[in-house]
């Protein structure tokens, strides 16, 4: 039997695996609701691919997965950023085998047909072996772009899907998010070059996603670095603190410390407390660019905590994406959100996200463990279900979406889950959460 | 240097002996004597590409004096969970190369192939790089360590050990 024949047959629905207060185990294990995704959340959704300042020039490309398809992200001599299937459109060549670089052309190395960086179909060796009716077709044998590809203030998300919601309609309130991010630099932009830390999880990804929002589990998961090293920045126990957790629609949650930040109305105590005599030439430009009351707001507002449906996670000032390989394996990619021009800031961050992140990182080495652990444990049956009821009976409706004023609460995964049921079931996207 | 040198390598057997010490060491979990081979001015660096700017580019470990104390400190809690229990391990060093020596200190090259038993076996390789302080009085001290992992670019499973 083939491979193709051996892979189960996709699942239509999971109308039984997701309760208001519970999943069933088998979402994070069974290879038919893997593969369902694989289909509807990551082929027919909006899926984050690349950032703009990762092709700042023209003929520069960097290449990425969308689910299982590779995919060549350029910007081609017009300045436009296309994404395109990364195969040859003769033979299935994958074209292009480098990250990153920058060429206007790709050469398949097979049987020498090329493309130009916008996909176009400029050379066939030997031509005259095919027929007139042939090349006649030629350029109908591009490089498959995208159906798909818009931009949010920089970020750069495709679908493999024709038809569907708008960008804007899919990031719904989770575009607040950005902009907080965006609100820290001077320029409104953000420089992704750094390069992203590849860090391999044997654990599905959706339990990724789930804990980078997830309030509960610092206390635990990561008292070796607040009994070794250092207090965490605010307090993680909820009782302490006024961090909420939000469900913000579509599958999108954060944990919001910006209460907390704004009731000690200090700055920078999401970036080690520096002051700001240490940061000269970024609080000038801050101000120069949006006012001093303006800047200060941003400094105590600090970046965002959100995790953007279904695979991008604004962590602070981190940026991540998840790539799911299969049921129990997940690669997690973290680049520092540097801000263009700001060494002072992104020498700090440099060293602040290798810190914190990565397969070594202080904090999110034990959330690879805990969550390979997590996946083993899953592999017993019973029970059946996992319950994610915490603070469900004080979750609050307001304009921003379903809030929790104790950031242990469930909030962020019940959101998710309830999105991803929809999604799932073929349900209207917006109809969700 | 007084002593003598291997004919081979040119690497002198204290500086050799102090690797393989070293080694030992980081595959044992002795976090703390790991550390007090360490010099007061150190590097420990694992670059994610062969010709990584530190200052430009994210490195997967950039650890300063101060950081390696905290990394160490963090193992020796007993609750960094990715490793407790510590991952049982033994490397090889081969290959090592005097490449460069200056009034106090050394530079020798290993290539290295490390086993990682954890749920299952995890094989590291690479070369590694010793910048060694000479120090009459207290004897050899790591000042600088630099790991290249031959699958820097590909994603790797989580890595809370001493590489």
Known sequence: ?433 | MSAPTTAATGVDPVVLAFLHREARLADEARYSEWEQLWDDDARYWVPMSEDADPDRDLSYIYDNRRRLKSRVAQLNTGSRHSQTPPSKMRRLLSNTELLARDADTVTVGSNFVLYEYRYGMTIWAGRVIHRIVLDPERGPRLREKTVHLVNAGDPLPTLAFLL
Not at chain 1, 30 to 43: H, K
Not at chain 1, 86 to 106: D, I, M, V
């Open chain 1, 1 to 433: 039997m083939t491979e193709l024949q051996t892979r189960p047959a996709p699942r239509t629905g999971v109308r039984d695996l997701v309760r208001p207060d519970r999943v069933h185990g088998s979402v994070y294990t069974d290879p038919e609701v893997f593969e369902l995704e694989l289909q509807r959340i990551y082929a027919e959704g909006w899926v984050f691919v690349a950032h703009d300042s990762e092709v700042p020039e023209p003929g520069d490309y960097v290449t990425r997965r969308i689910g299982r398809d590779p995919v060549i992200v350029t910007r081609s001599r017009n300045g436009e950023v296309h994404v395109l299937a990364n195969r040859c459109a003769h033979r299935g060549n994958r074209l292009c085998n480098a990250e990153r670089g920058n060429s206007t052309t790709f050469r398949c190395p097979y049987h020498g047909w090329t493309f130009k960086n916008d996909g176009a179909l400029v050379g066939i060796p030997m031509r005259n072996g095919y027929s007139e009716e042939i090349l006649a077709k030629r350029s109908e044998l591009g490089l498959s772009p995208l159906p798909r590809v818009e931009r949010y203030r920089g970020f750069v998300f495709a679908s493999l899907a024709g038809e569907g919601i708008s960008l804007r309609e899919h990031l719904g309130a989770a575009t607040g998010a950005i902009d907080r991010l965006l609100a820290l630099s001077p320029s409104g932009t953000l420089d992704l070059r750094a390069g992203w830390m590849k860090h391999k999880h044997f654990s599905n990804w959706k339990m990724v996603i789930e804990n980078n929002v997830d309030g509960y589990h610092a206390l635990f998961t990561h008292q070796s670095v607040y009994e070794a090293v250092r207090e965490a920045k605010v307090s993680h126990v909820p009782s302490k603190v006024e961090v909420y957790v939000r469900d913000l629609g579509n599958g999108h949650s954060e944990i919001d410390y910006l209460p907390e930040y704004s009731r000690l109305d200090e700055e920078f105590v999401w970036f080690g407390r520096a002051p700001r005599t240490k940061l000269p030439h970024y609080v000038a430009a801050m101000e120069e660019a949006y006012g001093a009351e303006a800047t200060h707001r941003a400094f105590v507002v600090g970046p965002p905590h959100t995790m953007i449906f279904p695979n991008l996670f604004l962590a602070e000032m981190n940026i991540m994406y998840v790539e799911p390989i299969g049921p129990g394996e997940t690669v997690a990619y973290t680049t520092p959100a540097l801000i263009p021009g700001m060494s002072e800031m992104n020498s700090r961050m440099l060293r602040r996200t290798e810190g914190a992140m990565g397969p070594a990182g202080f904090l999110i080495a034990d959330d690879g463990e805990i969550g390979a652990r997590n996946q083993l444990g899953l592999a017993s049956r019973s029970p059946e279900w996992i319950l994610l009821a915490r603070g469900l009976h004080t979750d609050e409706r307001d304009e921003t979406g379903t809030v929790n004023h104790d950031k242990s609460s469930e909030t962020p995964q019940r959101g998710l889950w309830h999105h991803w049921a929809s999604v799932l079931n073929g349900q209207d996207e917006t109809a969700g959460a």
